[in-house]
């Protein structure tokens, strides 16, 4: 439809396709990935997340030039919106199921589509996404810290991989003006989720079980139910601080004999007991960016409304669970 889009792959992200989902699958999020050569980035702020993107002198991408801002910024808002005008005007030649694009959420790099559908419906999100040929930045340079893990020749080979950004607002910034970028590191996230092993043959059909993805999932669950019973409290809160609590978790214990399949209970409790002390000093660094708090201070009522929650499930043998 447009050209500036034409280079456009799809990739698959997010928890149903790390096969940790838990109960109903009903969301999914779809990358719809850009290749783009030769850029500048520019930090936007400290936390060493957020970017603005510049091209170099001639650009091969002359087709994306229409969406650079007055500073000649690559805007990921006018990106998002032509984008969302194509998939509006298609999401109309939909005929046999009801689909319809939902209102733009703030902040959200996300558009979402909700799916009618009996007896549930279905949300997908399409996160626009730039993949850059640019090595890592120096915020990430302390980051990913899985040398007793899963070894340093992987962490080498993850840090060669291509460089993803999504289009994300950055709250900070004193005007909004839409031009910044957020570093994304969900196909490395994926990877890791996949093949977790400290040993090469964990979890495979003939290999010894462990029990770090039923963790995870069980983080997210509890996570999710209790967004459900204080949707106000908990807003700011989402799967994504499970996902990196529980990283920050196969760190803390890297072998596989840390997690038996058989001591679910164990892992489980001391994986959310990690959590539990992140959200009582509001300091959980982000797993490739470790400057970068994903709870920030001002959130703090949250982050101790959060842990006095959970507390009190686990005191009761956790009877959300059992709902």
Known sequence: KDGGFSSIERQSAGSYYERVKISEPNEFDIML??????????E??????????AFKRNPKEKHLLKFLDEDEKLSAFKMLEALRKII???????????????????????????????????????ILTLEVQHSWPCSTQ????????????????????????VAKQNKREKVLRGNTWRLSFSHIEKAMINNHGNSKTCCES???????K?????????????????????????SYHVKT?????????????????GDLDHCFQKCLGYFV?????????????????????EDKASHHFLSRQISREWNNRFPVFQE
């Open 214 to 238: 039923s963790c995870l999932k069980l983080m997210k669950y509890l996570l999710e139910q209790l967004k459900m019973k204080h949707p106000k409290e908990l807003e700011k809160f989402c």
């Open 142 to 165: 302390e980051g990913l810290k899985i040398e007793q893990w899963l070894g340093t020749k992987v962490r080498r080979e993850f840090r060669f991989k291509s460089l993803y950004l």
């Open 44 to 53: 936007s702020d400290d936390t060493g997340a957020y970017y603005y993107v």
């Open 277 to 297: 002390d992140c959200l009582k000093k509001s300091q959980l660094p982000h797993f490739f960016i470790p400057q970068y708090n994903l709870l920030s201070v």
């Open 33 to 42: 990935v850009m290749p783009v050569a030769r850029i500048q980035l520019d």
């Open 88 to 126: 509006k005007q298609e999401v109309k030649n939909i005929k046999n199921v009801e689909v319809t694009v939902a209102r733009k959420k703030a902040g959200s790099p996300a558009i979402t589509l909700l799916i009618k559908n009996p007896p549930s419906e279905i949300s997908v999100d399409i």
């Open 245 to 261: 609590a529980f990283f920050h978790s196969c760190v803390l214990w890297p072998n596989d004999s840390d997690w038996h399949l």
């Open 206 to 212: 003939d290999g010894p079980k462990c029990c770090r």
